[in-house]
């Protein structure tokens, strides 16, 4: 089953607002990263997270990854109709720890 | 340098006939992963490859479903037969193990959209 927990499932905004989505994970991670994937399309890598409290920021995206390494966010300021699509996280589980397994999504809309 | 492609982009197919995609990887990239969304919904795992060798296919959901990577190059994902629960879109995607075990960056494919009537 799922092994990291994203919220909120969807999320529709007026262009202009921010806009959050949250990963949670029960046991602590090496890592984390994040995915975009727009209508229609494919999953493209944005980011990755590797240290306790770290913060990215790429243009209006700011990326965390918690203190205890269990929880991360992705944090849209002032959205765009460019930004809708489906965000994913993702861990790196398994044996060898290179198996990538992906939080449920979060669609964001955005209303112009 | 050319991405990760798929072929076929989509395919329609009835209930009980076989279908196979095929994945051509990142040149280089020794890591080739299939991963399928199902309505929307999550993106699940369902196998992995390192070179030719299958490393990981515990989320290979029946032995309808067979993948291979001849020569370590391109990949194949066969379902026969299929059935009306496998329709989805079957994303590969490849990496080069080049950060260590655990810290890949994955390139998807485009994907295969599968309809099963």
């Known amino acids: 089953g799922q092994q990291v927990m994203q919220i909120p499932q969807y999320q529709h905004v007026q262009e202009g607002e921010d806009f959050t989505t949250y990963c949670n994970s029960s046991?602590?991670?090496?890592?984390i990263q994040w995915y975009k994937q727009r209508p229609g399309g494919h999953p493209v890598f944005l980011i990755q997270?590797?240290?306790?409290?770290e913060v990215k920021k790429q243009k209006r995206l700011t990326f965390q990854f918690g203190e205890a390494k269990k929880n991360s966010s992705l944090h849209i300021t002032a959205t765009q109709t460019t930004d809708v699509g489906t965000y994913f996280c993702?861990?790196?589980?398994?044996?060898?720890?290179?198996?990538?397994?992906f939080g449920a999504g979060t669609i964001l809309r955005v209303k112009s | 340098e050319a991405g990760v492609t798929q072929f076929p982009s989509h395919s329609v197919i009835e209930k009980g006939q076989t279908v196979t995609l095929r994945c051509d990887p990142i040149?280089?990239?020794?890591?080739l992963y299939w991963y399928r969304r199902v309505m929307g919904k999550e993106i699940k795992f369902l196998l992995h490859?390192?070179?030719?060798?299958?490393?990981?296919e515990s989320g290979m959901p029946n032995n309808r479903f067979l993948a291979e990577r001849t020569g370590g190059t391109y990949s194949t994902l066969k379902v026969q037969p299929a059935e009306l629960e496998d329709s989805g879109v079957y994303f590969c995607?490849?990496?080069?193990?080049?950060?260590?075990?655990?810290?890949?960056?994955?390139?998807f494919g485009s994907g295969t959209q599968l309809s099963v009537l």
């Open positions: 995607a490849s990496s080069q193990d080049n950060q260590g075990p655990g810290r890949e960056k994955l390139f």
């Open positions: 046991t602590t991670l090496s890592n």
């Open positions: 997270l590797v240290k306790s409290g």
């Open positions: 993702a861990i790196h589980k398994g044996e060898y720890g290179n198996k990538l397994v």
């Open positions: 040149s280089g990239h020794d890591n």
């Open positions: 490859f390192v070179k030719e060798s299958k490393q990981d």
